[in-house]
């Protein structure tokens, strides 16, 4: 209650202080003051935001309440720089928990869009476009638009990431949203905003398909004048995918020839590619794409050269084979045959079709494949089918369960050095330096250790299984933790009395474990083939000869006597089986593989939380989600989410599958439904079986 602003200050401080291990006191606190409207100190207003937010992250509900109760408090101290910054920080913060709630301050938010601090403005128009009704957005468009001028990129691009979501929660305002969008494309600005524009535009058509053929336009308006090689190359390449599936794909062509005629030898090239896509989905379109593609033929750039020649050959070899024949002009429209190319057709099938694998995989499956023991003494020829499968990177699982970035561009500095990416190492390669093992031929997947100790015991022991297609060789990383003591003879015994689809079939034991080192040794476990796979839960046994040694010198003393030592529960599940191996396109994938052999079912699961529900179906299919499906989108609203999952099978068969996964009233519960498509309808089934 001092008339001293700096008083006041400091008061603020040594209460919260008191009461910062009380979370109840320093509600009250919070309330108390917010409530009386007592506090001329701006800085001590600060602090009273900053505790209203603490309380917003730990209790979102109760925070929130307390937050949105300071907002008439905090308004008269605007002009405040600091005061300001840091409510408008936090109030942005409270946008994303429960917008609906910090939607009562948008008027006075409104007038600090023209702040001359521009840190603050931008602050307040992201907070806006995430709190604004659907009828506020044309309003707000006109005052971002001359707002946009006259700042910085970095605060343009924190605002087009704002617009992105806006029309992402309004899907009906995709015109607006996304036409204004691209009238700054066509303003000054560097490659960081550009690109950030580009890249909204590009995940709105694959989040909102209404927008794609205005999308398309407004990106192929931008390519006309573009600077920037990369995104040039980038949006043709996006032409190429997205242009010829649209109502009137001719349309495209005009924009993408241009760059043949104008540009420098990347964007040609890229720009070759383009038409030659369009050739090979539209047959209605070969004839007239096979003449600007010869001109190209003679280009001063080998690549676009090449590519040329390599399209002109193969839809010059398809026009042969399947020849276009075109519908007579008073056919019915009903009666017109879709524009799309046979079965069989050679173009489409080389230039549409994508690779099996990326070539980053085709190169880990090529030395995969090489460090195999007796492979490369094989008569057998190298073909894809042969390589084996290489699951997903950590980085590629992360990229899929978020949805990665609409354009992956390599964005470092220019003279910057690129951290060299490290190559992932075959965790499998243990069991074939081992000569007893080197029968099993090469394993199909290696799982993450899992811990069968505490990190604290004695005696430190993990596990990895390596999948084979017949065996399964569980690598046991024992340590020793026991000055004292070396371990000889080292095995794990597993009990496999109760299994019908595992036995075990050798050990390979190991010596001279000493303190603090770290050594291998196996089991194997033959699988059944004849049983379909289930779960299989081990008691695991680790046994060894301990030998008394001097921690000193490390010679042996004293006398030398068996041990046993009892390990947690070791489970083989049919998800161990399973690789994780992203597709391409996965409603092409999904359509493919067709229904003849598919399985569905339905799950009533025990969790309070979508993403725990959509966490644990991915884990117990042990597959990777595919479309960003992996992550729960923010604003979801209560809607079923739909999951999407790909694999292999040790079998060396695909396997997809959809789930659709709803909450359950507010008593929690979630209710799951999930479609299984593989070749064997018997894979189908163990897949589906894997829920529990």
Same mark, same amino acid.
């Given at each position: 209650s001092s008339p001293n602003e700096m008083v006041q200050f400091h008061a603020m401080q040594l209460l919260y202080q008191i009461k910062s291990h009380d979370r109840l006191g320093v509600s009250k606190l919070v309330q108390q003051f917010s409530e009386r409207n007592s506090l001329k100190s701006p800085l001590a207003l600060v602090l009273l935001i900053r505790y209203a937010a603490k309380l917003l992250h730990d209790d979102a509900a109760e925070g929130l309440a307390e937050f949105?109760?300071?907002?008439?408090?905090?308004?008269?101290?605007?002009?405040?720089?600091n005061c300001s910054f840091c409510f408008h920080s936090h109030s942005r913060d409270g946008s994303n928990h429960a917008p609906e709630s910090v939607a009562k301050c948008n008027e006075d938010l409104e007038a600090l869009i023209g702040d001359s601090n521009r840190s603050i403005a931008t602050l307040a128009i992201t907070t806006l476009l995430k709190t604004g009704s659907e009828n506020s957005v044309d309003r707000l468009l006109k005052q971002i638009s001359a707002f946009l001028t006259d700042i910085a990129d970095e605060y343009k691009i924190t605002v087009v990431r704002s617009l992105q979501q806006l029309c992402l929660t309004y899907p009906a305002k995709h015109r607006v949203l996304v036409g204004f969008l691209s009238n700054f494309l066509r303003e000054e600005g560097g490659f960081d905003f550009k690109r950030s524009i580009v890249d909204s535009i590009v995940a709105l058509i694959r989040?909102?398909?209404?927008?794609?053929?205005?999308?398309?336009?407004?990106?192929?308006?931008?390519?006309?004048?573009?600077?920037?090689?990369?995104?040039?190359?980038?949006?043709?390449?996006?032409?190429?995918?997205?242009?010829?599936?649209?109502?009137?794909?001719?349309?495209?062509?005009?924009?993408?020839?241009n760059r043949v005629i104008l540009e420098n030898s990347a964007v040609r090239a890229a720009a070759v590619s383009a038409l030659a896509k369009f050739a090979a989905h539209c047959p209605s379109l070969r004839t007239s794409v096979m003449t600007l593609l010869r001109r190209s033929l003679n280009d001063e750039d080998d690549e676009t050269r090449d590519r040329a020649a390599i399209a002109v050959s193969v839809i010059d070899d398809a026009m042969v084979k399947f020849p276009y024949i075109a519908p007579?002009?008073?056919?019915?429209?009903?009666?017109?045959?879709?524009?799309?190319?046979?079965?069989?057709?050679?173009?489409?099938?080389?230039?549409?079709?994508?690779?099996?694998?990326?070539?980053?995989?085709?190169?880990?499956?090529?030395?995969?494949?090489?460090?195999?023991?007796?492979?490369?003494?094989?008569s057998e020829p190298v073909t894809v089918d042969s390589l084996?499968?290489?699951?997903?990177?950590? !980085?590629?699982? &992360?990229?899929?369960?978020?949805?990665?970035?609409?354009?992956? #561009?390599?964005? *470092?500095?220019?003279? $910057? /050095?690129?951290?060299?990416?490290?190559?992932?190492? !075959?965790?499998? &390669?243990?069991?074939?330096?081992?000569?007893?093992?080197?029968? #099993?031929?090469? *394993?199909?997947?290696? $799982? /993450?250790?899992?811990?069968?100790?505490?990190?604290?015991?004695?005696?430190?022991v993990q596990c990895v299984k390596h999948i084979f297609a017949n065996h399964v060789v569980l690598q046991f990383i024992v340590q020793n933790t026991i000055e004292e003591q070396r371990l000889d003879n080292v095995t794990v015994v597993i009990d496999d009395s109760e299994s019908e689809v595992f036995n075990v079939s050798g050990e390979i034991a190991v010596d001279g474990i000493t303190y603090g080192e770290t050594k291998n040794c196996f089991?194997?476990?033959?699988?059944?083939?004849?049983?379909?796979?289930?779960?299989?839960?081990?008691t695991c046994e680790l046994r060894f000869l301990v030998v008394q040694v001097d921690p000193a010198t490390g010679e042996e003393e004293g006398d030398s006597f068996e041990e046993e030592y009892?390990?947690?529960?070791?489970?083989?599940?049919?998800?161990?089986?399973?690789?994780?191996?992203?597709?391409?396109?996965f409603r092409k994938s999904w359509e493919t593989v067709g229904n003849s052999s598919e399985v569905l079912e339905k799950f009533a699961l025990q969790f309070k939380k979508m993403e725990d529900a959509?966490?644990?179906?991915?884990?117990?299919?042990?597959?990777?989600?595919?479309d960003g499906t992996g992550a729960v989108k923010p604003n979801a609203g209560g809607k079923p989410h739909m999951l999407h999952l790909s694999g292999v099978f040790v079998t060396g068969q695909n396997v997809l599958a959809r789930a659709q996964i709803a909450m359950q009233g507010e008593n929690g519960g979630v209710v799951l439904k999930i479609a299984v498509r593989s070749e064997d309808e018997q894979i189908s089934r163990m897949v589906a079986d894997c829920i529990r």
């Open positions: 949105c109760d300071i907002c008439p408090a905090a308004f008269p101290f605007i002009s405040e720089a989040s909102v398909p209404e927008t794609t053929e205005s999308s398309l336009l407004h990106l192929c308006e931008f390519i006309e004048d573009c600077e920037f090689t990369m995104l040039s190359t980038q949006i043709l390449h996006l032409l190429g995918d997205l242009g010829p599936g649209t109502s009137a794909p001719a349309r495209y062509i005009r924009f993408i020839y007579a002009e008073d056919a019915d429209p009903d009666e017109v045959p879709e524009d799309k190319p046979a079965d069989g057709d050679t173009a489409a099938y080389i230039l549409l079709d994508a690779l099996p694998m990326s070539f980053d995989k085709l190169e880990r499956s090529l030395k995969a494949y090489v460090a195999t023991p007796t492979t490369m003494s094989s084996p499968v290489v699951e997903d990177t950590a !980085d590629e699982i &992360a990229r899929a369960m978020s949805g990665g970035d609409a354009l992956e #561009l390599d964005t *470092a500095p220019l003279g $910057s /050095v690129l951290e060299e990416k490290k190559a992932p190492v !075959d965790a499998a &390669a243990v069991v074939y330096d081992i000569p007893e093992l080197a029968s #099993l031929g090469r *394993a199909f997947r290696s $799982s /993450v250790p899992v811990q069968l100790t505490e990190s604290e015991t004695e005696y430190v089991t194997v476990l033959e699988r059944n083939g004849e049983a379909p796979l289930s779960p299989s839960t081990f009892p390990l947690e529960d070791l489970e083989v599940s049919t998800s161990d089986f399973m690789a994780k191996v992203s597709v391409p396109d959509v966490a644990a179906v991915i884990d117990f299919l042990g597959m990777q989600p595919c």
